[in-house]
């Protein structure tokens, strides 16, 4: 979900019109989200810590392997999985929102953070570059039985798996509000070049424009391939 403008960040969003508690637009958004009935959810970093502000810090520096993986015996319907380069989030909890926790980390990650994972039940993937998100995907597929994830930001993550061409559809929820800086984080956030085009190659098609409550606009398309 964005404002109107394009931006990520819901407190800086000028509020509902007629004095609707913006909440009430949230769980319009959650709704929605449930329609799109995927096996997981994911998150990249910065939108991870939000729910786990902690840091991890290693004891050692002895790096995981790769193609290191770690699926627990119980896991939930839905996932939730997020990625992490450093992997330094602190987990005080499994699962999130009541999904398990499935992390996707790269060599750089710490053995003694692979094991705080595997004492609290968090499945893991270690590949050998975070930047391989065909990869990644490819083992969530294999390992966990993932075939559909509802990508949920925020601008980094949106931006890398579009320039890796692995979005199939945007599901886009508007929200009847305004942030109005250019400083703010928008949908997508390719981190590259400034002459890179990380969505060449990509059209897209519009699948249906529904209005639901309280002003939100629900817009879906399908990203094809193209020459």
Same mark, same amino acid.
């Given at each position: 979900?964005?404002?109107?403008?394009?931006?990520? !960040?819901?407190?800086?969003?000028?509020?509902?019109?007629?004095?609707?508690?913006?909440?009430?637009?949230?769980?319009?958004?959650? $709704?929605?989200?449930?329609? !799109?009935?995927?096996? &997981?959810?994911?998150?990249? %970093?910065?939108?991870?810590?939000? &729910?786990?502000? *902690?840091?991890?810090?290693? %004891?050692?520096?002895?790096? $995981?392997?790769?193609?290191?993986?770690?699926?627990?015996?119980? !896991?939930?319907?839905?996932?939730?999985?997020?990625?992490?380069?450093?992997?330094?989030?602190?987990?005080? @909890?499994?699962?999130?929102?009541?999904?398990?926790? #499935?992390?996707?980390? *790269?060599?750089? =990650?710490?053995?003694?953070?692979?094991?705080?994972?595997?004492?609290?039940?968090?499945?893991?993937? #270690?590949?050998?570059?975070?930047?391989?998100?065909?990869?990644?995907?490819?083992? +969530?597929?294999?390992?966990?039985? #993932?075939?559909?994830?509802?990508?949920?930001?925020?601008?980094?993550?949106?931006?890398?798996?579009? $320039? &890796?061409?692995? +979005? *199939?559809?945007? @599901? +886009?929820?508007?929200?009847?509000?305004?942030?109005?800086?250019? =400083?703010?984080?928008?949908?997508?956030?390719?981190?590259? &070049?400034?002459? *890179?085009?990380? $969505?060449?190659?990509?059209?897209?098609?519009?699948?249906? @424009?529904?209005? %639901?409550?309280?002003?939100?606009?629900?817009?879906?398309? %399908?990203?094809?391939?193209?020459?």
């Amino acid at each position: 979900m964005s404002s109107v403008d394009g931006r990520l !960040l819901p407190s800086r969003w000028t509020p509902p019109f007629d004095g609707t508690n913006p909440s009430e637009l949230f769980r319009e958004y959650a $709704a929605i989200g449930k329609l !799109l009935g995927t096996d &997981a959810w994911m998150f990249g %970093k910065t939108t991870t810590t939000e &729910a786990f502000p *902690d840091i991890f810090i290693p %004891k050692n520096n002895e790096h $995981a392997k790769a193609d290191s993986i770690y699926r627990p015996a119980s !896991l939930s319907e839905r996932l939730f999985i997020t990625v992490d380069p450093e992997g330094d989030i602190f987990y005080t @909890s499994n699962p999130l929102r009541g999904d398990s926790i #499935v992390v996707v980390l *790269d060599i750089t =990650a710490t053995t003694d953070y692979l094991e705080l994972l595997h004492k609290k039940e968090i499945g893991y993937i #270690v590949v050998d570059d975070i930047k391989d998100l065909h990869k990644a995907m490819g083992i +969530l597929a294999e390992q966990f039985g #993932v075939r559909s994830i509802s990508l949920q930001g925020g601008g980094i993550i949106d931006g890398a798996m579009l $320039a &890796a061409g692995l +979005l *199939d559809e945007l @599901s +886009l929820v508007i929200y009847p509000g305004i942030d109005g800086n250019m =400083a703010s984080p928008s949908i997508f956030e390719y981190l590259g &070049a400034a002459d *890179d085009r990380p $969505a060449d190659g990509q059209a897209l098609e519009l699948l249906s @424009s529904q209005t %639901k409550a309280h002003g939100i606009v629900w817009l879906r398309y %399908k990203l094809h391939k193209c020459k």
